[in-house]
């Protein structure tokens, strides 16, 4: 997939004389109050009429091409089961990841529960890091006008991301005003880089799961770390790749390799989509998410692994291969797959079981890069190296990094007890007695705080000091606070806006 060139597609919104780049842009119609009264709707679908019409539980309008009709479910015990496992986790993140990370690599094997999917992936990418990092960089970059260039281009490309999933089916609504905004953002933070067409659709399965700014860090995270180079002017990166997985194939399934080796079908007819969209627009949406639940995890062997798990199955028998006596037939066999292949059960199984690693694909890109460099010289585009999945990427981090801590999500008065706490601090003789002496004359203890005074209490049941509700720096008012040390400030509430919270728990 080439870099967008901005041709208008059959429905593209006109281009305005004026791009300010910022998301007011999208707003259509010429009554600006009749846009903000759609925009002010539950959800996108209704302003676009699509209320009458059923949602799938991934949000996609019943009978379109997203939607699907038979879905394995999860029973709800064992969903509950699996979302106390990963809260658990979530909320001891560095200590699970440097002790338990098999453990964590066979719950997302399993499948992350939908609940807190949006939140673990911006763990397992270091989205979440990212964002502590760099604290009001996406809202700076939010608000920058952007190269008109991009900008243009970006407009043009939003209607084509997921038409039918009820986020985007509205013409300037809430995802479309926020897929224009993380893409822009993305221009303004790698201006070398801009903007390619196959990161639109990554950033939208990222919004379906979470709010901007998050979404944005995770897109940062894998056009940097997990698929280094996919989006740069040249594709050079997404060429190698190719090359590797052509090889990879050979000891896969010799008949695959065999029979696109007789037809002379470069890798790239085939595997450029699949590659640079993650499986995202090949794929039914229950295998998206359980392909990107391990592509998060493990890195981009995960992609390799199905893209080789496709091929052996389309192409890996003589029975096959009778429909495909040509490039096209075999191009067009590729372009459908067969529903068996790519349901969730059997592809995650054969994804799972498949013998390809980390080693085999830097073996391979090693010896695809000497090729490279003998026929065709240096790669322009030098892009920093891979890094395979979660644990590899938490171990780059420069030392020493803040842990993460979770967000307070449920505030208690100070006198509740919570089930976490293990000590609890005695009281004196003299308060004891008064607090008898209130239990008889009330029948209770008073248990609400001073007006301005609220502890915060993290989902895992971790609490934080006490804190003024109203207080948004606490580091700025407290001298205490001001003096003390990036790691004394992870023993206090999160300072996140109100804002960033409310949405971030919309997601959970």
Not at 57 to 86: N, T, Y
Not at 157 to 186: C, I, N, T
Not at 344 to 373: D, G, M, N, S
Request: net charge neutral; hydrophobic share 35%.
């Amino acid at each position: 997939m080439a870099k967008s060139s901005g041709e208008n597609g059959p429905h593209a919104p006109a281009a305005s004389g004026s791009l300010s780049g910022t998301r007011e842009n999208l707003a259509q119609g010429p009554d600006a109050a009749t846009a903000d009264e759609l925009s002010s709707l539950g959800s996108d679908s209704e302003a676009n009429g699509f209320a009458e019409h059923r949602i799938d539980k991934f949000g996609f309008i019943v009978g379109s091409q997203g939607a699907e009709d038979a879905l394995e479910e999860v029973p709800l015990e064992v969903l509950r089961q699996r979302e106390s496992k990963w809260l658990d986790m979530l909320n001891n993140w560095d200590k699970w990841m440097a002790k338990k990370h098999k453990k964590i690599r066979l719950r997302c094997q399993k499948g992350i529960p939908p609940s807190l999917r949006g939140r673990a992936w911006q763990y397992l990418s270091g989205g979440k890091v990212k964002l502590q990092q760099n604290p009001g960089k996406f809202d700076e970059l939010d608000m920058s006008p952007g190269d008109p260039k991009w900008l243009d281009v970006i407009e043009r490309d939003l209607h084509r991301q997921f038409p039918f999933h009820e986020m985007f089916v509205s013409r300037g609504g809430h995802g479309q005003q926020d897929l224009f905004r993380v893409l822009k953002a993305y221009t303004l933070y790698r201006p070398e880089e801009g903007y390619c067409q196959a990161q639109a659709p990554i950033a939208a399965v990222l919004l379906m799961h979470m709010p901007a700014e998050q979404a944005f860090w995770c897109l940062v995270q894998i056009c940097e770390k997990y698929l280094p180079g996919y989006y740069s002017e040249k594709l050079e990166a997404i060429q190698l790749d190719g090359e590797i997985l052509f090889s990879l194939l050979q000891k896969v399934s010799p008949v695959a390799h065999k029979h696109l080796s007789r037809q002379k079908i470069d890798p790239l007819l085939y595997m450029t989509e699949w590659f640079m969209c993650a499986f995202a627009r090949t794929l039914p949406w229950s295998s998206v998410l359980r392909v990107w639940d391990m592509f998060f995890c493990e890195g981009v062997k995960i992609i390799f692994r199905v893209g080789l798990v496709l091929l052996k199955h389309a192409l890996g028998s003589p029975e096959k291969l009778r429909a495909c006596q040509g490039q096209y037939e075999t191009i067009e066999q590729l372009r459908s797959l067969s529903p068996k292949i790519m349901q969730e059960a059997f592809l995650v199984q054969e994804v799972v079981e498949l013998p390809v690693t980390e080693r085999q694909i830097e073996r391979e890109h090693l010896i695809q890069l000497r090729r490279w460099q003998e026929t065709r010289g240096e790669l322009q585009c030098r892009s920093p190296p891979r890094l395979h999945g979660a644990k590899a990427i938490l171990d780059a981090e420069p030392s020493p990094r803040a842990a993460l801590q979770p967000s307070p999500s449920i505030r208690l008065p100070p006198d509740v007890p919570l089930p976490s706490s293990k000590a609890k601090p005695k009281l004196s003789t003299h308060a004891q007695k008064e607090q008898k002496k209130q239990k008889k004359a009330s029948g209770h203890l008073d248990k609400f705080p001073a007006p301005n005074q609220a502890i915060a209490v993290t989902a895992g049941g971790d609490a934080c000091a006490p804190q003024d509700v109203t207080l948004k720096d606490p580091a700025s008012q407290d001298p205490v606070l001001q003096d003390s040390a990036p790691q004394d400030l992870a023993h206090h509430c999160s300072q996140e806006s109100l804002t960033s919270q409310e949405s971030e728990d919309t997601y959970l």
